[in-house]
T-cell receptor
Framework: QSVLTQPPSASGTPGQRVTFSCSGS????????IYWYQQLPGTAPKLLIY???QRPSGVPGRFSGSKSGTSVSLAISGLQSEDEADYYC???????????FGGGTKLTVL | QVQLQESGPGLVKPSETLSLTCAVS?????????WGWIRQPPGKGLEWIGS???????YYTPSLKSRVTISVDTSKNQFSLKLSSVTAADTAFYYC??????????????WGRGTLATVSS
C-alpha cells in the first residue's frame, strides 16, 4: 500500500476536464512540495507539475496542479487522446526521510 | 541536455546481488544534485529505492535499507545500485534519475529510460 493515496482509474472524453486526487498526511504532503509525473505506456515517467502548481517548460497549460492541506489534485482541461497515461503524485516524507509515490491513476480517454 | 543511461544484467538469480550502473552525460555529478534509483514492477506503481549526493550522503527507503547500497564514481560520472539477496519480488524496471538541486526534497527532473531486471533461476 502506498503512503500517498490515488484512485486507481479515471476516464474522460476528448475536450473534457478531468481531475486526479492524491491524499497524504502532515509528514508528506502537508509539509513538502508535491510533484506530478505522467507515464506514457512503455516510457519513463515525465515531470508534469513541480512545487505544487508549476509547469516545466514544454508542458501545456492544460495541465494544472493545486494543493490544500494534505490533499492535492491534478487537472487536465481540454482532454486529448495523447493524455492517456498513468499519473503519479510524489513528495518527500519527513517521517520516512525518503520519497513516496502514490499508487498511480490510469487515465483512459474514451 | 542531461542524459542518464542504466546498464546491468537483465537476469539475476535468486539470493544473488543485483548490480546496476547509471551513466550520466551532459552534467557533472560533482556539480551537485542528488542521484536516485526508482523501480517499477511490471504493471505496478513506482517505488523510490534511494538517492546519493556527490558528497556521498545517502538516503534509502526503509523497507530496502538493509539490502541496498548506492555509490557514486565522480571520475566516471556515474552512480551505482547494489541490491542484495534478491527474490522474484525484486523483478522490476529500474530507473535512475536526477533530483534535488537545492534540496533532497526537490523533484526528479531527468530520468533514464529504465532497464528491466528479472530475478529467476
Amino acid at each position: 500500500q502506498s503512503v500517498l493515496t490515488q484512485p486507481p482509474s479515471a476516464s474522460g472524453t476528448p475536450g473534457q476536464r478531468v481531475t486526479f486526487s492524491c491524499s497524504g498526511s502532515n509528514s508528506n504532503i502537508g509539509n513538502n512540495y508535491i510533484y506530478w509525473y505522467q507515464q506514457l505506456p512503455g516510457t519513463a515517467p515525465k515531470l508534469l507539475i513541480y512545487k505544487n502548481n508549476q509547469r516545466p517548460s514544454g508542458v501545456p497549460g492544460r495541465f494544472s496542479g493545486s494543493k490544500s492541506g494534505t490533499s492535492v489534485s491534478l487537472a487536465i482541461s481540454g482532454l486529448q487522446s495523447e493524455d492517456e497515461a498513468d499519473y503519479y503524485c510524489a513528495t518527500w516524507d519527513d517521517s520516512l526521510s525518503g520519497w513516496v509515490f502514490g499508487g498511480g491513476t490510469k487515465l483512459t480517454v474514451l | 541536455q542531461v542524459q542518464l543511461q542504466e546498464s546491468g544484467p537483465g537476469l539475476v538469480k535468486p539470493s544473488e546481488t543485483l548490480s546496476l550502473t547509471c551513466a550520466v552525460s551532459g552534467y557533472s555529478i560533482s556539480s551537485g544534485y542528488y542521484w536516485g534509483w526508482i523501480r517499477q514492477p511490471p504493471g505496478k506503481g513506482l517505488e523510490w529505492i534511494g538517492s546519493i549526493h556527490h558528497s556521498g550522503n545517502t538516503y534509502y527507503t526503509p523497507s530496502l535499507k538493509s539490502r541496498v547500497t548506492i555509490s557514486v564514481d565522480t571520475s566516471k560520472n556515474q552512480f551505482s545500485l547494489k541490491l542484495s539477496s534478491v527474490t522474484a519480488a525484486d523483478t522490476a524496471f529500474y530507473y535512475c534519475a536526477r533530483h534535488g538541486g537545492m534540496s533532497v526534497t526537490f523533484h526528479f527532473d531527468y530520468w533514464g529510460r529504465g532497464t528491466l531486471a528479472t530475478v529467476s533461476s
